[in-house]
């Protein structure tokens, strides 16, 4: 079984249209559809936005449906050049650039209890996912640490900030919390995100303009992963 969770619907209806023999549940308010995906046994879920949001749905997607890996797919804010609109990041680790105990002694961004900053991601999913994106024409991925908040990222200021404290090259406002709970649960994990914007003063502006192709690069990314991973 894997499980995939987008925060928008516009991140994972691609997804969710493609899944055979659709069987919904509820819990906390949260929808998980399981089914069928180009052959494999999959869980999707729209959790919301923000890392609360991504954090009950991941866990409760382990509890429940208890995936051998979870992939979070949608779209993010670019931190470098090398990044475009419609780019794909394909994340070699997260970072929480808001976690901030440092007034206490702790080095930015480490999560406290788990002692953590760089949550690890999945190296064969990821390195599946790159080869996935080569047989995509028009659809450039890259490796890429990704740096997660609660905020949308949209001042050059905040931007530089969270590339000089972590040298992160997208930014958006899940990953990490997936990748906490499955750091907790023993559960792979993969995430890749299309660029939709810079992250800068324009951003908002961007974003509105090229979130439609940025979602769709990053759920035909994703399907394209699924439909390898049942060899179809
Ligand atoms: N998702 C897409 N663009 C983003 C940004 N600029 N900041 C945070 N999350 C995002």
């Known amino acids: 079984m894997i499980g995939i969770i987008g925060a928008m619907r516009i991140e994972v209806d691609r997804i969710l249209e493609r899944i055979e023999g659709p069987v919904k549940r509820v819990e906390s308010g949260i929808e998980y559809i399981s089914g069928r995906l180009m052959g494999v046994d999959v869980v999707a879920s729209k959790c919301g936005i ?32 090398e990044l475009g609109v419609g780019d794909i990041a394909v994340g070699t680790d997260v970072v929480q650039h808001d976690v901030d105990t440092t007034a206490l002694g702790d080095p930015p961004g480490m999560v406290s209890t788990v002692n953590l900053i760089h949550f690890p991601l999945d190296r064969d ?54 990748a906490q709970i499955c750091h907790l649960n023993g559960i ?18 961007t974003y509105a303009e090229f979130l439609p192709l940025a979602a769709k690069n990053s759920a035909e990314l994703a399907l394209e992963f699924m439909a390898r991973m049942s060899g179809a």
């Open 188 to 205: 792979r994990c993969a995430v890749l995100r299309a660029i939709s914007d810079g992250g800068d003063e324009g951003a908002h502006l």
């Open 50 to 81: 923000g890392k609360v949001n991504a954090a009950a749905c991941a866990q409760t997607m382990a509890l429940i449906f208890k995936p051998e890996l979870i992939l979070n797919t949608g779209v993010a804010g670019s931190l470098s050049p």
């Open 125 to 178: 999913a990821r390195e599946a996912i790159l080869r996935a994106a080569e047989a995509l024409p028009g659809i450039r991925a890259v490796p890429a640490r990704i740096a997660s908040g609660d905020q949308f990222v949209a001042a050059s200021a905040r931007k530089k900030e969270i590339v000089r404290l972590f040298d992160a090259r997208a930014c958006e406002m899940e990953a990490g919390a997936v």
